[in-house]
């Protein structure tokens, strides 16, 4: 068998981005550029943009003119162009201009025609007059079932007898296959299976089979049919008639051999006894659900018995009553916008379950929930829910749902498939590439057929997906790193020939572009990044990276693509990004910065441990000091008082007369009112300054500090202890201490002791 794929054909000019309609030449280098010369310098092109490569003033080279006649590769993979002026290389490793010493002219006249290059992917580039054009060859790896073109398929179904069954809307036909995918043929209104095309004369929107043989069909329009076999090649057809409605979406049998009927307004129906000659239906109405009108999409029975019902108003779960079914309990289950595990969004298109018992429900714009089968039927069921923003399904628009294996699920959304597996929340992606350009699938869910491949229903026919077209990646595309952008610089191409970038630390808000390199389709390839061991980015098709005030240090940068039927590939691509340090970042500034602050931490401490023993060592000079004063030859100094004779032994000599100087005149001129600070400067034979300065140094406190202090010391020995041994006179004591001023003496005394003298006597 010869098998012809169409082709297609893109043309590149100047208006897709080449910076020359005259185009000489077209390479694919070693790692799977295109270059292109042009009569305007050399360029590149990764399948998305192509990026110009220009001689610029200081580049060390002696290039004279960039009209390009000719190019080739060279053993070593770099490329040489010749121009009229003279020949240049350009080193594909280092993205560096070289000059060429030997320079051979091209051929001119005649122009000299390059051969077509056929690229790695078997794509062809043919240069034309105005630009140039690439031929590829169109495959899909999904196969249109034959005779279904542009008709919706809407309803699968697998028999007893190994064939599987294919309903179409619009030709309103049922076809009946074999094990081998062969057509057997054509379910027509009598009952009987055609050789040809036959119209079946209703539009079948479900097939069910049950256990004793029946095949039941639910229609739209209205038509609630069942098919019994009565030979190999007919069957008795029998119309059931509804009272409440006939358009019938799905169709599920319970483990007791009752038929669940889920309609399209007409709520949730039941047959109790599909076998029967003449079957009854049953609906419910009323109750806390209220499902009499409801328009139900799919129905599910659980491992427990339950039934579950998606609907367009919400989730509905009912209590099966096996004794008797008219006591059957529906609830319903809504989003809540006050708790953040309720159903996601009310518009629910499909529910399945998986073997661990996990329900999932599809949702038409929010992607899909998940809950545990028995936490289904607690008072407040929580949902997890799973869409693009939060994991890495790449569609909210989900239409069916079916489980492909233990771990896996395949959900059928508007104009892609995806192949979600919920516990490690990884999701392949079969794009549109991977089926036709005219993607919109129907709401039917996928069904695996005896070879082990998957049929999907969409608009425009049935589509077939074989096992290996879903699991073996053909093509892989390289991803390559295709710039590097700084603000204020030039951007950097030469970025891709390197595993390792260095960012200098002004260049810490930068841009990094990729791509995976596919020149037959790149129009559906997503892809997701990380650094490190952290979670993948969400999916999508954006190519730039943009870092904001990147920290110092080394990171590893990991991107992965899909192929171009939207599969992801182990095509992964790591570059250590070394972002370098402020000398103020560095482990030995930050060292030093420590060392210095706990410097400056102990210099403190040491201070405020050397200020305290100051002023301790200042207190206690003081004291001994003040009573110094207090011993001398005063008469009025009490017999208890005891001389002192002689200061503190380590002062110095200079000090101890200093002191002995001040002494003395506090003891001769302590009842003088008229002595000052300057005659007290003068009698210690120093400056005021100097003598303030030096009895801080040494007591902690001025010169007229120590004076006002020697008084009233000598004032509260006098008051406490009275010569005559009678009651002082206030006015005696101010005067021998120096106070003419009754009054100002008292004031200074409550300052001083906190009462009065006259408080302070009693």
């Known amino acids: 068998m010869i098998c012809a794929y169409p082709q297609r054909t893109t043309t590149y000019d100047i208006h897709s981005g080449l910076p020359h309609w005259v185009v000489s030449g077209i390479v694919q280098d070693r790692q799977g550029f295109i270059w292109v010369s042009t009569w305007n310098g050399l360029c590149r092109y990764d399948g998305y943009e192509f990026r110009q490569i220009k001689a610029r003033p200081g580049d060390g080279t002696h290039i004279s003119s960039e009209v390009i006649r000719k190019m080739e590769l060279d053993g070593r993979g770099n490329i040489v162009c010749r121009t009229t002026g003279g020949s240049f290389m350009f080193d594909t490793r280092t993205y560096r201009l070289h000059d060429v010493a030997r320079h051979v002219p091209p051929a001119i006249n005649p122009p000299e025609i ?8 078997g794509n062809q580039w043919q240069i034309e007059r105005y630009g140039m054009t690439k031929t590829v060859s169109e495959h899909r790896p999904a196969s249109l079932v034959p005779g279904t073109e542009d008709v919706q398929a809407r309803a699968f179904m697998r028999d007893n007898r ?3 069954w294919l309903a179409t809307k619009d030709d309103e036909t049922v076809r009946i296959y074999d094990r081998d995918n062969k057509l057997i043929g054509y ?44 030979s190999d090649n007919g069957f008795e057809v029998k119309r059931i008639e509804s009272r409440l409605c006939d358009v019938i979406y799905h169709i599920v049998e319970d483990r007791d051999g009752r038929l669940w009927l889920a309609s399209f307004g007409g709520g949730i129906q039941c047959v109790p006894d599909p076998a029967s000659a003449n079957p009854e239906t049953v609906g419910f109405s009323g109750g806390e659900a209220n499902v009499e009108h409801d328009k139900v999409r799919r129905l599910l029975i659980t491992s427990d018995g339950n039934l579950v019902c998606a609907t367009t108003n919400g989730l509905v779960v009912g209590r099966i009553d096996r004794r008797d079914i008219r006591r059957t309990t529906f609830r319903r289950l809504t989003r809540d916008g006050e708790r953040k595990e309720s159903l996601c969004n009310n518009a629910v298109m499909d529910v399945t379950a998986d073997v661990r018992g996990r329900i999932f429900v599809a949702t038409v714009n929010h992607g899909i929930d998940m809950i545990d089968g028995k936490e289904l039927m607690t008072p407040e069921p929580s949902f997890t829910n799973f869409n693009s923003a939060n994991s890495s399904l790449t569609s909210d628009a989900c239409l069916a749902m079916t489980t492909k294996d233990d771990d896996r699920i395949l959900v059928v959304c508007v104009d892609r498939v995806m192949e979600f597996e919920p516990d490690s929340d990884r999701t392949v992606t079969y794009a549109r590439s991977f089926w036709t350009d005219r993607c919109h699938f129907s709401e039917e869910r996928p069904l695996r057929l005896y070879d082990g ?33 700084v603000n204020g610089k030039l951007p950097d191409l030469g970025v891709c020939a390197r595993d390792t970038i260095v960012i200098d630390t002004d260049e810490r808000n930068f841009s990094l572009s990729f791509a995976a390199l596919c020149y037959h389709d790149n129009s559906e390839i997503c892809y997701r990044s990380r650094i490190g061991d952290a979670a993948w980015s969400v999916a999508d098709k954006q190519r730039t990276l943009t870092f904001y005030d990147m920290q110092p240090g080394e990171y590893v940068l990991e991107i992965q693509s899909t192929d171009r039927y939207g599969r992801w590939t182990d095509n992964n691509r790591k570059v250590v990004i070394v972002v370098k340090y402020h000398w103020y970042e560095t482990l030995w500034a930050r060292i030093m910065l420590w060392l210095l602050i706990a410097g400056v931490i102990s210099a403190v401490i040491h201070t405020m441990f050397y200020i305290r023993s100051l002023n301790r060592q200042r207190r206690e000079l003081l004291d001994k000091y003040m009573a110094l004063l207090d011993s001398g030859k005063t008469p009025e100094a009490g017999p208890d008082v005891q001389p002192i004779d002689s200061l503190p032994g380590n002062l110095s000599d200079s000090d101890r007369k200093f002191l002995q100087r001040v002494e003395q005149y506090i003891e001769e001129n302590i009842g003088n009112s008229e002595a000052n600070i300057d005659d007290m400067a003068a009698f210690a034979a120093s400056s005021r300054s100097s003598l303030n300065r030096k009895l801080r140094s040494l007591v902690g406190i001025t010169a007229a500090q ?17 010569a ?12 021998k201490c120096g106070y003419a001023d009754t009054r100002y003496f008292s004031r200074c005394f409550k300052k001083k002791y906190g009462v009065t003298p006259s408080e302070y006597s009693c």
């Open 706 to 722: 120590l004076l006002i202090d020697a008084r009233m010391r000598q004032a509260a020995r006098m008051l406490s202890r009275p």
């Open 162 to 164: 190994q064939r599987w």
């Open 453 to 485: 491949s998957w049929i999907f229903g969409q608009e425009q026919g049935a589509y077939v997906a074989t096992r290996r077209s879903m699991e073996t990646r053909d093509v892989t595309p390289p991803i390559r790193l295709t710039c590097l952008s």
């Open 187 to 230: 379910v027509g209104g009598d009952g009987r299976i055609h050789k040809e095309k036959t119209r079946f004369g209703y539009r079948a929107y479900c097939l069910v089979q049950t256990r004793c043989g029946d095949v039941w069909v639910g229609c739209k329009p209205g038509a609630l049919l069942r098919l019994r076999p009565v």
């Open 724 to 735: 005559d041994g009678g009651k002082p006179n206030i006015s005696d004591v101010a005067y």
């Open 114 to 121: 390059p051969a077509p290059l056929t690229d790695r992917e």
